[in-house]
């Protein structure tokens, strides 16, 4: 099943094989990987305006994580990578909610009460997103081409729950497999880009744009 040929990350990765960057426009909160224009070559494609090149996707917190989960990757250690990973699917969910809820004019305190308010993972997936989008979260990434991510998230969060929540009706899974590991770094890879086009097309700050796309 594995191709033949040398690991991509080296060539379609920046740098040392780990999370990609994507530029945000400081207007519209649009994301994208072109480097021109973070560069300030090229105006932004939804609101015309130049990237600061400052605003990247994902956080440095993001970042240092995708780090750690690669490391643990590469030494073999499949429970700590589905444990971390899981964490790292939470935490870039709940930056794309609340750039969604900062693009309806959400303030600091609102997105604050509403992300507290919905702590658990299910209630933002199944409750959360719906109701900022109007949109069910598997019915957005399947229009955006990632059919298979939401029901592979979720399979992988039984695993890891299995795994850190000893029960008295299954016993306790005593161990993760390589398998596990394998489709958690899968998912971590595919969430840089679909969280992107989310972001894209629910979070994109459509006040800010600069009165169409007609000439002035
Ligand atoms: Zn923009």
Same mark, same amino acid.
């Given at each position: ?113 509403? @992300? $507290?308010?919905?702590? *658990?993972?299910?209630?933002? =997936?199944?409750?959360? +997103?719906?109701?900022?989008? !109007? ?52 998912? @971590? $890879?595919?969430?840089? *880009?679909?969280?992107?086009? =989310?972001?894209?097309? +629910?979070?994109?700050?459509? !006040? ?9």
């Amino acid at each position: 099943m594995k191709k033949h040929r040398a690991p991509k990350t080296a060539t379609h990765r920046r740098g040392s094989g780990g999370a990609p960057t994507y530029y945000e426009c400081p207007e519209c909160g649009y994301l994208t990987a072109d480097q021109r224009f973070g560069n300030h070559e090229i105006v932004c494609p939804v609101c015309s305006a130049y990237g600061d090149g400052r605003r990247v996707f994902p956080t440095d917190r993001l970042r240092r994580l995708d780090a750690r989960i690669r490391k643990y990757h590469h030494d073999g250690e499949p429970e700590i990578v589905v444990i971390l990973a899981e964490t790292f699917l939470e935490s870039i969910l709940e930056d794309i909610i609340d750039r969604i809820l900062t693009a309806q004019g959400a303030t600091v305190n609102v997105r604050e009460v509403v @992300l $507290d308010a919905q702590r *658990a993972i299910g209630a933002r =997936i199944g409750r959360l +997103f719906p109701t900022l989008t !109007g949109e069910e979260f598997e019915e957005a990434a399947a229009e955006l081409g990632f059919r298979e991510f939401p029901r592979r998230w979720r399979e992988l969060r039984k695993a890891r729950n299995a795994f850190i929540h000893d029960s008295p009706f299954r016993g306790p899974q005593e161990a993760l497999t390589e398998e596990d590991s394998a489709t958690a770094m899968e998912l @971590l $890879d595919q969430a840089y *880009a679909l969280f992107v086009l =989310i972001n894209n097309r +629910f979070a994109v700050r459509s !006040g800010a744009r600069s009165g169409d796309t007609q000439g002035n």
